[in-house]
């Protein structure tokens, strides 16, 4: 992702819904981002899959890629607290601004400072592992940072859902993953280059937990089932 055209994104005043993503190789249509609530606007409402923070009850939670803290503001009115990193500068300080404990760090280099109670790979931030064959790994940096009885929230695209014809249809190279995908955002007229993403199907998901010793114990659904969240244990035996 470009960091600098998301920072661009948050610091100017844009037109409602003209901060989106594009998917490439499909006909799907931009979908728009959520600018206007990660900026604190008057009257802007949650992303679809906001309530997957109930499975958060109580501990201390690790966001990654957080943007400018609201899922951790949301779970701080709760009770709950926890500490985000994120990439983009202009988020990180929003985020501080509004009371919520943020750092600036890349979540392949990153290392807390203590363990955690809970992961959020939340806003379909699961993507970020980029291809499937780099998920265990992925999963695997993640539970390293949990305590004993921690968990992931993990959240996700389910690509076999999506319409007949609109996504991805083309010839895969041989072990290809339909759900390695590229993607792009667009501010205004201007678009971003394009950058690696993962939607990861549920049934591959847990294949790749239980190569790291864990499993799904839940999982939510939106959108007829193509966005969804699972949360992440370690399984009996690891």
Same mark, same amino acid.
């Given at each position: 992702?470009?960091?600098?055209?998301?920072?661009?994104?948050?610091?100017?005043?844009?037109?409602?819904?003209?901060?989106?993503?594009?998917?490439?190789?499909?006909?799907?249509?931009?979908?728009?981002?959520?600018?206007?609530?990660?900026?604190?606007?008057?009257?802007?409402?949650?992303?679809?899959?906001?309530?997957?923070?109930?499975?958060?009850?109580?501990?201390?939670?690790?966001?990654?890629?957080?943007?400018?803290?609201?899922?951790?503001?949301?779970?701080?009115?709760?009770?709950?607290?926890?500490?985000?990193?994120?990439?983009?500068?202009?988020?990180?300080?929003?985020?501080?601004?509004?009371?919520?404990?943020?750092?600036?760090?890349?979540?392949?280099?990153?290392?807390?400072?203590?363990?955690?109670?809970?992961?959020?790979?939340?806003?379909?931030? !699961?993507?970020?592992?980029?291809? %499937?064959? &780099?998920? =265990? +790994?992925? *999963?695997?940096?993640?539970? /390293?940072?949990?305590?004993?009885?921690?968990?992931?929230?993990?959240?996700?695209?389910?690509?076999?859902?999506?319409?007949?014809?609109?996504?991805?249809?083309?010839?895969?190279?041989?072990?290809?993953?339909?759900?390695?995908?590229?993607?792009?955002?667009?501010?205004?007229?201007?678009? !971003?280059?394009?950058?690696?993403? %993962?939607? &990861?199907? =549920? +049934?591959? *998901?847990?294949?790749?937990? /239980?190569?790291?010793?864990?499993?799904?114990?839940?999982?939510?659904?939106?959108?007829?089932?193509?966005?969804?969240?699972?949360?992440?244990?370690?399984?009996?035996?690891?």
């Amino acid at each position: 992702m470009d960091v600098t055209f998301f920072e661009e994104a948050l610091r100017r005043e844009v037109r409602p819904g003209s901060f989106t993503v594009e998917i490439g190789d499909s006909a799907l249509p931009v979908a728009p981002q959520p600018l206007e609530w990660w900026k604190r606007e008057p009257g802007a409402k949650p992303p679809v899959g906001s309530d997957v923070l109930d499975w958060v009850q109580d501990g201390y939670v690790l966001d990654i890629g957080c943007a400018t803290g609201r899922d951790l503001e949301i779970l701080a009115r709760r009770g709950v607290r926890g500490h985000g990193i994120e990439l983009i500068p202009a988020a990180v300080e929003m985020a501080r601004a509004a009371g919520v404990s943020c750092v600036r760090a890349d979540v392949f280099s990153y290392v807390p400072p203590r363990t955690v109670d809970a992961v959020l790979a939340v806003g379909g931030n !699961g993507g970020m592992a980029a291809r %499937l064959a &780099a998920l =265990p +790994e992925f *999963l695997r940096r993640l539970s /390293s940072w949990l305590s004993e009885t921690g968990r992931i929230v993990f959240t996700s695209t389910d690509w076999r859902k999506l319409p007949p014809g609109t996504f991805n249809d083309g010839e895969l190279p041989e072990g290809g993953y339909r759900g390695d995908i590229r993607m792009r955002l667009w501010l205004e007229d201007v678009a !971003g280059p394009w950058f690696p993403w %993962l939607f &990861a199907d =549920p +049934e591959a *998901l847990e294949k790749a937990c /239980s190569d790291v010793g864990l499993r799904i114990a839940d999982r939510k659904e939106w959108q007829g089932g193509i966005a969804y969240a699972a949360l992440l244990e370690r399984a009996a035996s690891a």
